[in-house]
């Protein structure tokens, strides 16, 4: 009897630090079960020896943020059976999105010396904004075990069981006394998606959103409590606009912003498909 194929892995990046793709290796008590069977086909992190595809399941990482990259994000979906997007960068837009709230322009003039050589868009956005997406796994960078699970579910023919609940419930689960109550800690847990195990308040910290918004995040009352903590509009803003500041409903929780207005002259716009901002899981 022939041996069925295994299913074909890819992992691709787009702009990121990588360190989404570096939990994949991080599993090491699990990578060997995961290669026994998946057909990492596609992984350049790991080893530059690829298959061409197309692939059964695809992680992107990373955001959008060249002409390039838009055109390879399609062909990235054409070629993908699932595509799941991993990390704040690719379901978010990531710490490069804060280009989104000024002008690219005078951002390139004072940062690089030569800002002629760059060709870039002005804005950093989420891969679900230019393609249709399968899941998002949320964190900056990703948990593991969150990351293990969307592999099995995807191996088993399920959908992952991943909450979408907020980090307060992990924290009470641990059993943690909340720092905000307790000592008036400032900590986003309320509003920030689930993931982490409730890393920061379990060592007496509060909670800075890396994981993005929850589903039902209520950033009124969070922007409440937070002010009740002495925080000014000035800090409140900073606090949401750090890994996930392009993500709804952090981009606009502290002040309403309007979509950028100004692109850099060489690259095309962003051409946003219907589904633009529809992810999945959103
Ligand atoms: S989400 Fe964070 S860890 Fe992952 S690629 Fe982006 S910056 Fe790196
Ligand atoms: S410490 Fe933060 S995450 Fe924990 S219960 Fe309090 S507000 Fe929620
Ligand atoms: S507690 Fe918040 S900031 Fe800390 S790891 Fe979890 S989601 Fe990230």
């Not at 978010?92 to 322009?105: H, K």
């Not at 308040?201 to 002010?227: D, H, K, V």
Request: aromatic share 6%.
């Amino acid at each position: 009897m022939t041996e069925r194929p295994k299913p074909k892995l890819a992992v691709w990046k787009f702009a990121s630090c990588d360190g989404c793709q570096l939990t994949l290796l991080d599993c090491e008590d699990e990578l060997l079960a995961v290669a026994d069977q998946l057909d990492i086909a596609y992984f350049l992190e790991a080893s530059s020896a690829t298959v061409a595809g197309p692939y059964d399941l695809s992680l992107v990482e990373g955001s959008i943020t060249t002409e390039e990259d838009v055109a390879r994000i399609q062909e990235v979906r054409r070629q993908s059976k699932a595509l799941v997007t991993i990390g704040a960068c690719a379901t978010a837009g990531g710490i490069q999105a804060l280009r989104n709230f000024g002008d690219v322009e005078e951002l390139l003039r004072i940062v690089y010396a030569t800002p002629a050589f760059l060709s870039t868009l002005a804005t950093s956005t989420a891969i679900a904004d230019h393609v249709p997406v399968d899941f998002e796994l949320r964190g900056c960078p990703i948990d593991r075990r969150q990351l293990l699970e969307v592999i099995g579910a995807h191996l088993a023919g399920r959908s992952p069981v991943i909450g979408s609940h907020s980090v307060c419930i992990e924290c009470k689960q641990k059993g943690n006394p909340c720092v905000m109550v307790a000592d008036g800690t400032p900590c986003l847990g309320p509003v920030t998606h689930a993931g982490c195990g409730a890393l920061c308040p379990t060592f007496s910290r509060g909670c800075y959103g890396c994981f993005g918004p929850a589903e039902t995040a209520n950033t009124p009352s969070m922007i409440a409590a937070l002010e009740a903590t002495g925080m000014s509009a000035a800090e409140i803003e900073r606090v949401f606009h750090t890994f996930n500041a392009w993500s709804e409903p952090f981009r606009s929780g502290p002040v309403p912003v309007a979509p950028p207005a100004r692109r850099t002259g060489r690259p095309a716009t962003v051409t946003q498909p219907a589904d633009a901002g529809k992810g999945p899981n959103r």
